[in-house]
């Protein structure tokens, strides 16, 4: 553990001095808003102050670094007596946590209980930006890189506060789809500048690196892990960012997945690039988070592809290694069944990773608060899979989110798409927190705490399931348009591509029924890699939930669903209420007009109607497109459709510019 003070020392002389000093000047004088200092605190400490002093917290706060018992490093405590509250942490970013709480508590209108303790679930909470070099950023909706090819200051500053305000300690800095170019000199000045700005708030740097960064960078004859020379090529590199960044968090990496180099290029397994990686970063603390998004053809059903893959391997990782896993088995559908991964590697860290940019979830256009379903996968591995207990035994505790921040002057496409960013951070504080909650939280930092506005908490609890009620009901997945993932195509099937790129091959739709037949009893058994609880739930078609109805079964357009109504009703039904839903939210969000500042309304406003069109057009495209397997008419509770299959078929939307002409379709008959 680096001291916080100099960030490269165990808690030297030196630095126990100044801390010292540090806490007397704070806990003899400091009342966070109108106290002089008379030395400077830590960087930390004066973000602390500073955040305090601007929040206009009422009364006498005292900050002091203590040691206590029950505390975790970043954990704090507040105790408040009618004279004073009293923030105490082991760390400043403890201490900078404990003001964040504070804050928020002040923003709800609510005071500190007169003692309260937090202590963070997770000891690294961590964004993961998919950003390349040329200033991209892979399934970006909010504008450019805020890292490359070059920063604004006062933005990456805002960032790093909102971060830390949730206790966000980690980032990622670059793409998992990595160029090797990240780890060169220049490249990694500008990491170290980062490292710099970002230290004061807590926040260490991490990096996504290219397996094959020794042949491509310095012409390497191979980037095979067993060989020597490629060995110490990585210890070098390790000692070079480790000069620059001595705080540095470690390497994340996608190997083996989607075209990207690995170790098995080599006839080597996941283990041994790990681990090849781990030992050149060892001596300095830093960890790897080795992906488990891979889906080689190791079996016909992709989902059961990386629990093959990963799961032999448990036990031969080097312990500062983390096997980093999507939550569902597949890729951030609107709702996934856990991955079966999670509590199947008993003798190996395992970190979660939750997409917080909407790449399957209508981009920046559609609102859709994700808390809803982070809380339902976070229950069901705590349930199923013992998370919670896997966690406390663990070695490395850490979850990770793919950002949905840019350039763009809100950070995230759309004021309320910052509710994911703010969820993500809370939950990894605490995964308990109900959805509901953060919800209430957010809304009253950002808008306020007018009793009115419980109306856009609803609003904001109810989304998720609206968006999976018109994309993609019932367990159904993937069912996107190809390459931008915007819009349906359930048609999708180009012949000679791989099957698993296509629609068809995730819904099976035929005269007789849809869905994938994932039972051990006629499909592809993938209920079998599942712990029995949940895998005997869902294996049976009785009692596996509708949710997940067309995820584990090939189920008859007859089938009675748990509602009562015949799998193609209900079907319908569902498509049907999810653009009531959609509309509902633009109703509510009218109504709000007089609680919401007018810039934010009317841009939200914008989003909604587009999600009530695409909603439309979901609905459309799904039903016409599955009535021609069904053969069933649409039920009278269903609107008819606006436009037909052969017109929805024509739409095309480019990769990068689904506002494209062919679009507009969707506008013209309305
Ligand atoms: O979901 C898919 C995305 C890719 C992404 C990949 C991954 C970074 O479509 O854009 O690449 O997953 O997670 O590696």
Redesign the pocket.
């Known amino acids: 553990m680096t001291c916080n003070n100099c960030n490269n020392c165990n808690n030297c002389n030196k630095c126990n001095i100044l801390l010292l000093a540090v806490i007397l000047l704070l806990s003899t004088a400091a009342a966070a808003a109108n106290v002089q200092l008379q030395s400077k605190p830590s960087p930390t400490t004066q973000l602390a102050l500073d955040w305090l002093e601007q929040g206009k917290l009422s009364g006498t706060v005292i900050l002091q670094r203590k040691t206590l018992k029950g505390l975790k490093p970043d954990g704090f405590r507040i105790e408040r007596t009618p004279q004073q509250t009293a923030i105490l942490s082991p760390t400043d970013a403890g201490l900078l946590y404990g003001a964040a709480h504070l804050l928020r508590l002040q923003a709800q209108g609510l005071t500190a209980d007169t003692l309260l303790t937090e202590n963070p679930e997770h000891d690294l909470r961590l964004l993961n930006h ?1 950003d390349n070099l040329d200033g991209t950023v ?2 970006g909706y909010a504008g450019k890189s805020i890292f490359w090819p070059t920063y604004d200051k006062p933005h990456l500053l805002e960032y790093a506060r909102r971060n830390a305000a949730v206790g966000i300690n980690g980032v990622v800095l670059n ?3 990595a160029s090797p170019r990240m780890l060169t000199t220049e490249i990694l000045n500008q990491a170290k500048t980062y490292a710099d700005l970002l230290r004061p708030y807590g926040i260490r740097v991490y990096l996504a690196v290219n397996f094959s960064s020794p042949a491509v960078l310095d012409g390497l004859k191979t980037s095979d892990p067993l060989d020597k020379q490629v060995q110490q090529w990585w210890q070098k590199k390790a000692r070079q960012i480790y000069q620059l960044i001595p705080d540095f968090g470690g390497f994340l990496v ?1 190997a083996n ?2 075209g ?1 180099p690995g170790p098995m290029d080599f006839g080597r397994t996941h283990a041994d690039g790990a681990n090849m990686l781990a030992r050149a970063l060892r001596p300095y603390g830093g960890i790897v988070m080795w ?1 488990a ?1 891979v889906y080689s053809p190791s079996d016909p059903d992709r989902a059961k592809q990386a629990y093959i893959e990963f799961q032999p391997l448990d036990g031969q990782f080097l312990d500062n290694v983390i096997i980093q896993i ?1 939550n569902g088995p597949i ?2 559908q609107p709702r996934e069944p856990f991955s079966p991964l999670f509590g199947a590697m008993p003798k190996t860290p395992q970190m979660a ?1 939750l ?1 917080i940019t909407q ?2 979830l209508g981009h920046a256009n559609h609102i859709c608060f994700l808390a809803p379903m982070w809380e339902e996968f976070l229950a069901d591995i705590k349930h199923y899979a013992h998370y919670t207990q896997q966690l406390a035994a663990s070695r490395l505790r850490a979850i990770a989110g ?1 950002a949905n921040v840019g350039t763009d002057p809100n950070f995230c496409g759309n004021l309320m798409a910052q509710s994911n960013w703010y969820a993500f951070g809370r939950l990894a504080w605490n995964s308990s927190l109900s959805s509901e909650k953060i919800a209430r939280e957010w809304v009253a930092q950002t808008f306020g705490t007018s009793p009115r506005l419980s109306a856009l908490v609803t609003l904001m609890c109810q989304s998720r399931e609206a968006v999976v009620n018109y994309m993609m009901p019932l367990g159904l997945h993937h069912i996107f348009a190809e390459g931008h ?1 915007y819009g349906p195509q359930p048609w999708q099937n180009n012949p000679g591509q791989r099957a698993d790129w296509q629609c068809v091959y995730y819904h099976r739709a035929d005269t007789q029924g849809v869905g994938f037949d994932r039972t051990q009893a006629t499909g592809s058994a993938a209920t079998a890699q599942y712990p029995a609880a949940f895998g005997n739930l869902v294996e049976n078609i009785n009692t596996c939930p509708d949710k997940y109805l067309l995820w584990f079964h090939h189920a008859s357009w007859t089938h009675r669903c748990q509602t009562g109504r015949p799998l193609w009703d209900e079907l319908c039904y569902r498509y049907q209420t999810g653009l009531q839903q959609a509309r509902h939210m633009l109703q509510t969000w009218n109504a709000l007009q007089p609680s919401l500042p007018a810039a934010d309304f009317l841009d939200i406003q914008q989003r909604l109607q587009t999600q009530v069109r695409d909603a439309e057009w979901w609905k459309d495209a799904c039903l016409l497109y599955f009535q021609t397997f069904s053969r069933q008419p649409l039920p009278d509770f269903v609107e008819p459709p606006i436009h037909t299959l052969d017109e929805l078929k024509a739409i095309r939307l480019g990769i990068s510019n689904y506002e494209n002409p062919s679009r507009q379709l969707l506008n013209s008959k309305r």
Do not use: L, M, T
């Open positions: 998919w892979e399934r793409n998992v789809n996608k997945s989607e990207q992906r998004f999507k890729d951030f990773e997409q790449e399957y793919v993932h």
